[in-house]
C-alpha cells in the first residue's frame, strides 16, 4: 500500500527563521510576504515568468529587493549580493543549472567546492585542500553522483548528475535556509 511505501512522519516545526514582509523589486513583483520556520517546506509556485524566480534571487542577492525587509531569526539583515545571503546561512540552487548554476568547463570538484572556499575550508588564507576534497568526495558518495571521480569534467555529466553535483556544492555550506528554484 502507498501508506507503506511514504509512511506518515511529523516533523517538527521549530521558530521562524526567516521572515519576509512586502518584499519587492521594482517593475518586477511586489508585497511578497511570508514566515518560513525551522523544519518547514515553503513552496512558492507560478507559471514561467510568474516572478518565482525573481523572489528566489531577491532572496539570495542576485537582484537586490528594492522594498520590504528580511529577516533571519528575528534579526533584520540586508542583503545586497550572494556574499551577503551566504554569510547569514542562505543558499540557492538556481532553476537553470547550465546558465546560472554549473561551472561547465570545470571539474566536479571545483564546482563542489565554489561556494565554501571562503567558510570552514580556509584557515590563515590557506585552503584546507584534503578535508575539503573528502568531504566533497563523501558528498558526492552521499547524493550517488554517477562519475569516474571528482576531477571528471562537469559538462560530461548527465543533467541529473549536474543537478547532484550543485546540490552537494550547497549542502556542504551547512546552510539554515536552503531555496530550490
Known amino acids: 500500500e502507498i501508506t507503506q511505501m511514504f509512511p506518515k512522519e511529523t516533523v517538527p516545526i521549530g521558530d521562524v527563521v526567516m521572515s519576509v514582509k512586502e518584499l519587492g523589486v521594482d517593475g518586477v ?11 518547514e517546506i515553503l513552496g512558492l509556485a507560478g507559471l514561467v515568468g510568474s516572478g518565482r524566480s525573481n523572489v528566489a534571487e531577491a532572496l539570495f542577492g542576485v537582484v537586490p ?3 520590504g525587509s528580511i529577516a533571519v531569526e528575528g534579526i533584520e539583515v540586508r542583503v545586497e549580493s550572494p556574499a551577503a545571503a551566504m554569510k547569514e546561512g542562505v543558499a540557492v540552487l538556481t532553476a537553470d543549472r ?13 564546482n563542489m567546492e565554489s561556494a565554501v572556499l571562503s567558510q570552514r575550508y580556509v584557515k590563515h588564507g590557506f585552503v584546507q585542500q584534503g578535508a575539503l576534497s ?3 568526495e563523501a558528498m558526492s558518495q552521499k547524493l550517488r553522483v554517477k562519475t569516474p571521480g571528482l576531477d571528471e ?10 543537478q547532484k553535483v ?13 531555496i530550490l528554484d
Open 29 to 39: 513583483f511586489s508585497g511578497v510576504s511570508f514566515d518560513l520556520r525551522a523544519g
Open 98 to 110: 547550465e546558465d546560472t548554476g554549473c561551472f561547465l568547463i570545470l571539474d566536479i570538484l571545483s
Open 166 to 178: 550543485l546540490i552537494g556544492r550547497w549542502l556542504l555550506t551547512q546552510p539554515r535556509i536552503l
Open 65 to 67: 529587493a528594492t522594498t
Open 153 to 162: 569534467i562537469i559538462q560530461n555529466l548527465s543533467g541529473g548528475n549536474q
Open 134 to 136: 573528502r568531504d566533497c
